[in-house]
């Protein structure tokens, strides 16, 4: 069963980091790019970062490029941003995602607020 346990989100202020990680299981996970998406209150999901399967490739959404790194773990099964510089646009449910397959974790919630 294809599973995404994603975490480490919480209220944090304006400028801060903050670090998320997205534990994956029940697929080969060194046969799938990974990506983390993110929906705001009353807006749809929207794309935030991409890193293949080796991490020889990265992109990102621009909203986010220059803030946010995706890197993965291939021996823990694990996906990360790091998110520097946080705004309150930053605001929402963040989801990890790995492509072709459609499962989706419950999210974790990240709040950037003074």
């Known amino acids: 069963q294809v599973q995404f346990v994603e975490s480490g989100g919480g209220l944090v202020q304006p400028g801060d980091s903050q670090t998320l990680s997205c534990v994956a299981s029940?697929?080969?996970?060194?046969?799938?790019?990974m990506r983390w998406f993110r929906q705001a209150p009353g807006k749809e999901r929207e794309f935030v970062a991409q890193?293949?399967?080796?991490?020889?490739?990265?992109r990102y959404a621009d909203s986010v490029k220059g803030r946010f790194t995706i890197s993965r773990d291939n021996d823990e099964n694990t996906v990360y941003p790091r998110m520097n510089s946080l705004k309150s646009e930053d605001t929402a449910v963040y989801y990890c995602?790995?492509?072709?397959?459609?499962?989706w974790g419950q999210g974790t919630q990240v709040t950037v607020s003074s």
């Open positions: 995602h790995a492509d072709d397959l459609d499962y």
């Open positions: 029940g697929f080969m996970f060194t046969d799938y790019s």
């Open positions: 890193v293949t399967r080796n991490s020889v490739f990265r």
